[in-house]
């Protein structure tokens, strides 16, 4: 028989000893939930020492029901995490410099891959978990994610999240934390979803304006691995209603991960021996978080999609992040002594088709998930001659390209569009209808209108705000993506006097002077806090999509080359 570290009977063992004594209501137990894990109420905790003679925990009775006393644990826990999956489930390739929407910003210290390579792909992923388990055994390992997890491609859309759901399901997710791009498919959506799955998708700062509580129930849970009680509390980006759809998630409203983990971490501290935030915010916010919250052992991060590793420890905390796309698996080993951390071991297993192997079942669950839409999925649309890259803060090729055919649709003098932080790079060859929708997964309507000079200085200066706010919790969005515009922005200078040497068509910008501008409707909306788009004049949407418009323009280009760049200047 398996045992845990101090001797304890297989977790599975546990947890059917301990449905049969606890009564049902404090088994806080999604539906499907997996005897591997459990929920760390006050009665569990009890059973959990009763059953597993925890050592130098007091003696338990039931009743009356004793307070939990803080555990001298030893142990050693493996904590595995991805982040920002963003429904890319399939391998592709990288290069160093432009692979995926973030490692396409020079300049940018953590986020780069290695080398090049084919990397990822969610079957090579579960190989890499599988193995890990197998060498550490399975009851000392837990798998969590840190959200932007199941929207953003066709096939996501085409299933609602349902077809990552279902993988991550299948490999035996313990946690995870949504992110900004979880409420896609509206938040009532999001609660379908975790009714399939039985791991939980929380976030503690997400607040259901109704009840004031948050949304899907306890964003905390207590699992116990390598005989040690490890304390997940979820946070997402506190930015999410700025990011997307504003009627996604009219129910929720977002406050401030730092205080609200203020209030949730002394209380989790109490349950466990290692307290783990699991945490949407970006890599910025974490380490504000590490720094302002005591009582943080372990940050597993994401939203900002960046390679930390080593970990940076930041106050009492050691944070970690490992890139996007299931491209890579962190891997974190926890060494805990006398109930405390001693020691954190980290690696990021980058998943390179020559160094990894695709688990065989997740091959053929992918290709029956994938196998009712085919056709659509892999409709050619046109050619590639060169890499076109999606970048998130400086100007992108793949959006300059969007942008001009949006432009030269509407006949406008400008296009708009935002700066998006999720997305591969097209490789040289056939682009796939699922490339470009895994660049331009949402919905929205192609927007005319008329904007003065004045207008679109005001939507520049915006996005060099957005980039650099006085108060990092304000960071929100990409660089704004143009098409006849070239512009100069520089972000040493103070906000609101950034943007210069602005000209449309070739001649400097007439601040009173009317043009006319397409954009789309989440722009229009104010995404990424843009309130120009909606106090221009004659808004109307056109008969087409974007999406449609964007797949004819490629269409007619047959052959898409990578725009030569240069219309905007970025001085940091
Ligand atoms: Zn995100």
Redesign the pocket.
Same mark, same amino acid.
């Given at each position: 028989m398996v045992r845990c570290g101090r001797g304890c009977p297989t977790e599975k063992n546990v947890h059917n000893t301990m449905t049969r004594f606890a009564p049902r209501s404090t088994l806080r137990l999604p539906a499907l939930m997996k005897c591997r894990v459990w929920t760390g109420t006050v009665t569990t905790f009890v059973l959990l020492l009763a059953s597993c003679s925890y050592a130098g925990a007091p003696k338990a009775s039931i009743d009356p029901p004793p307070v939990p006393q803080p555990a001298r644990a030893h142990g050693t826990i493996c904590i595995l995490h991805t982040n !920002?999956i963003h429904g890319d489930l399939r391998e592709f390739r990288v290069d160093t410099g432009t692979a995926t929407a973030q490692t396409g910003d020079r300049g940018r210290a953590f986020q780069q891959y290695p080398r090049a390579g084919v990397v990822g792909g969610f079957a090579r992923l579960a190989g890499a978990v599988e193995k890990i388990r197998r060498t550490h055994g399975t009851q000392n390992v837990i798998l969590v994610d840190a @959200? !932007?997890t199941f929207g953003d491609q066709l096939l996501s859309n085409l299933t609602r999240g349902e077809a990552t759901l279902r993988v991550m399901d299948a490999l035996g997710y313990t946690f995870m934390a949504l @992110?900004? #791009?979880d409420f896609e498919y509206t938040a009532a959506n999001t609660r379908r979803l975790q009714g399939l799955v039985r791991f939980p998708m929380r976030a503690a700062n997400a607040i259901v304006v109704a009840t004031g509580q948050p949304f899907l129930g306890d964003p905390t849970e207590v699992v116990t691995a390598g005989g040690v009680r490890v304390g997940l509390l979820a946070l997402t980006?506190h930015n999410t209603d700025q990011?997307g759809n504003r009627d996604n998630t009219r129910e929720l409203k977002f406050r401030s991960g730092i205080d609200v983990a203020r209030e949730y971490v002394p209380a989790l501290r109490q349950r466990a021996d290692v307290v783990v935030v699991v945490s #949407?915010q970006g890599a910025v916010v974490d380490s504000l978080l590490g720094e302002r919250v005591p009582g943080i052992d372990i940050i597993v991060g @994401? #939203?900002s999609h960046d390679r930390i590793q080593p970990p940076r420890r930041v106050g009492g905390a050691w944070i970690v992040q490992a890139l996007s796309d299931a491209s890579a698996l962190g891997e974190l080993t926890v060494v805990v002594e006398q109930g405390r951390v001693r020691r954190v071991v980290s690696s990021i297993h980058e998943l390179y088709a020559d160094q990894y192997q695709p688990e065989r079942r997740f091959v053929q669950l992918l290709d029956s998930i994938r196998a009712p839409f085919r056709d659509t999925l892999d409709a050619v649309v046109a050619t590639a001659s060169a890499r076109i890259g999606r970048h998130y803060k400086s100007e992108s090729p793949v959006d300059v390209v969007a942008a001009e055919i949006l432009r030269a649709h509407g006949q406008a003098d400008v296009a708009f569009l935002p700066g998006l @932080?999720f997305g591969v790079t097209i490789q040289p060859g056939p682009i796939t209808r699922e490339m470009i929708v895994g660049l331009f997964p949402h919905p929205t309507s192609a927007v005319h209108e008329r904007l003065t000079g004045a207008q679109i200085m005001q939507v520049l200066e915006q996005s060099a705000t957005n980039l650099r706010p006085a108060d990092d919790m304000d960071r929100v969005g990409g660089l704004v993506q143009t098409a006849g515009l070239r512009w100069t922005v520089d972000l040493t200078k103070a906000a609101g006097q950034r943007v210069r040497d602005v000209s449309v068509g070739g001649a400097p910008i007439d601040r009173a002077k009317s043009y006319s501008v397409m954009t789309n409707g989440g722009l229009l909306q104010g995404t990424h806090r843009y309130s120009a788009f909606a106090e221009g004049t004659d808004i109307g949407r056109d008969a087409k999509p974007f999406g449609v418009i964007l797949e004819e323009g490629l269409r007619a280009m047959r052959t898409v080359r990578a725009p030569a760049g240069g219309s905007v200047t970025l001085l940091r």
């Open positions: !920002d @959200g !932007d @992110g900004n #791009h980006y990011t #949407h @994401g #939203h @932080g």
